[in-house]
T-cell receptor, first 116, second 114 residues
Framework: DVKVTQSSRYLVKRTGEKVFLECVQD?????MFWYRQDPGLGLRLIYF???????EKGDIPEGYSVSREKKERFSLILESASTNQTSMYLC???????????????FGQGTRLTVV | DQQVKQNSPSLSVQEGRISILNCDYT??????FLWYKKYPAEGPTFLIS?????DKNEDGRFTVFLNKSAKHLSLHIVPSQPGDSAVYFC?????????????FGQGTRLTINP
């Protein structure tokens, strides 16, 4: 069974704290993604990565950074958490190529982050 | 710049009838389109996809139609069942050199009434 695991389901952090959200996949996928989900805005892409140490900015990268030191792990970092970063964060992974089994992305269960 | 748009935030359908969810996109370079279903407090789960070189893909009760000239796709669910009540997201894939970018729409909340 394919698996994308996010380290926490719920997190509460204080304004100004440095926050790490971890994501691990066991499918040997090249591509990994971080999204945030907010009511009425859908899933917005923060950062994505297509290989170890490679990263690309998504549509809303401000206030975030990422790290991909190993193929299976993609970390999202909030350098100085702010209340407007309170959201549901979703990690996904996807294989390279266009064959069967590579077109869909698999998601983790999500991390509900509250910044107070 | 919202490249993938779902203009209906919600849709209510009678059980047994057809549900039609719509999605529009702006970038003609998208090579794959996908539909996901999401329940509260869970990650999205994949439903069905379609390549940009096709115009229809069917999987059981789910059919996706792609109209490239209109930059529009739709998901048909027939017959609709109460368990189909969820938020549905349309997504599109774009290759940028070595990377794959996957962008999503805002979602449509589908409610199936018994």
């Amino acid at each position: 069974d394919v698996k994308v695991t996010q380290s926490s389901r719920y997190l509460v952090k204080r304004t100004g704290e440095k926050v790490f959200l971890e994501c691990v996949q066991d499918m040997d996928h090249e591509n990994m993604f971080w999204y945030r989900q907010d009511p009425g805005l859908g899933l917005r892409l923060i950062y994505f990565s297509y290989d170890v140490k490679m990263k690309e900015k998504g549509d809303i990268p401000e206030g975030y950074s990422v790290s991909r030191e190993k193929k299976e792990r993609f970390s999202l970092i909030l350098e100085s958490a702010s209340t407007n970063q309170t959201s549901m964060y979703l990690c996904a992974s996807r294989g390279a190529g266009t064959g069967v089994g590579n077109t869909e992305a698999f998601f983790g269960q999500g991390t509900r982050l509250t910044v107070v | 710049d919202q490249q993938v748009k779902q203009n209906s935030p919600s849709l209510s359908v009678q059980e047994g009838r057809i549900s039609i969810l719509n999605c529009d996109y702006t970038n003609s370079m998208f090579d794959y389109f996908l539909w996901y279903k999401k329940y509260p407090a869970e990650g999205p789960t994949f439903l069905i996809s379609i390549s940009s070189i096709k115009d229809k893909n069917e999987d059981g009760r789910f059919t996706v139609f792609l109209n490239k000239s209109a930059k529009h796709l739709s998901l048909h669910i027939v017959p609709s069942q109460p368990g189909d009540s969820a938020v549905y997201f349309c997504a599109a894939s774009l290759r940028i050199q070595g990377a794959q970018k996957l962008v999503f729409g805002q979602g449509t909340r589908l409610t199936i009434n018994p």
